[in-house]
């Protein structure tokens, strides 16, 4: 049907488009601001005022901690991407920039897929979609690892209680369905050549540019997880380093598990890290000045850099 519409009718509806992701977008992060019933905002602003966030100093560090975290997922994008067409660092800011817009209302992250995708010829779309999997995967791996270690050092000298049979249980699951998609990929993957073409692509990947992604995924995980701790240190939290990365890295190891919609993620790691960090008697109102500042820098901020892409995007038709 879309096809079957003018030049004029397919720029009518690719503007449209183009505004609601921009307009909604902008919607969802004024709203997470200003009215978030955990986070009074007088008392936030007040807060940041008290703690001299607004310094030179402070600033100019937290920008540097947004800009290597960006940096490195930029770089890690045109990695991937280049395997598949060569790619400058431009054109993946872009593509990563505009991405993180219109992904920011979607569940998980989930539209960042589609519009990388877009930006590339639809011989290569459904390559590029697996290689954004790959990047995201690595990603959540590291995130895992560090967070299974952290919250494993976390529970053990907090003394948090485990529900071993629920546990247990959730773990019998997970063997169960691991098993039941192994013998399905196994034994009948033959039959789908889409499964068939998914492992043929991923296994013509080289080893170097996989382990370029997994180094690359282990440097932003530290970046944005001592950013994190930086914020901790200007709010004077009184915390050692060792217990202050073990609760950073649950806090990202539990909200990054949980399915939300990408623009609630300040939300959900707000709650996440409220109840961590009161074992350390640390005020809820520090605790959510942190995760709202991470948020704001590092999504909000190039989310309207991102705008800017998604707004002068050219769709094929126009090119």
Partial sequence: MYNSLSYKSKQFFSLLIKLTIVFGCGFFIWKRLTTNSELHFPDFYQ???KNDLFSIKNIFFLFIFTFLNWFLEI???ETLASFCIKTSK???AIQSFSSLTTSLITPNRIGEYGAKAMYFDKSFRKQIVGLNLIGNFYQMTITLVFGVIGFSYFAYKHNIS???NKLSQFVLLGIVIFLVLFLFVKYFNSKINFIKKIKVFIHKIPLKTNFKVVLISLLR???FSHQF??????FKVDISYIDAIS???TVYFISSIIPMLSVFDVILKGTVAIWVFSFFSIEPLVVLSVTTIMWIFNFVFPAIIGSYFVLTFKPNFVK
Wanted: net charge positive; charged share 15%.
């Fill in 47 to 49: 807060n940041l005022i």
């Fill in 229 to 234: 701790y930086f914020l901790l240190k200007i």
């Fill in 90 to 92: 431009k054109n993946a």
């Fill in 221 to 223: 995980f530290v970046v």
């Fill in 247 to 249: 609760a950073i890295t």
């Fill in 162 to 164: 485990v529900d071993y």
């Fill in 75 to 77: 770089t890690k994008w």
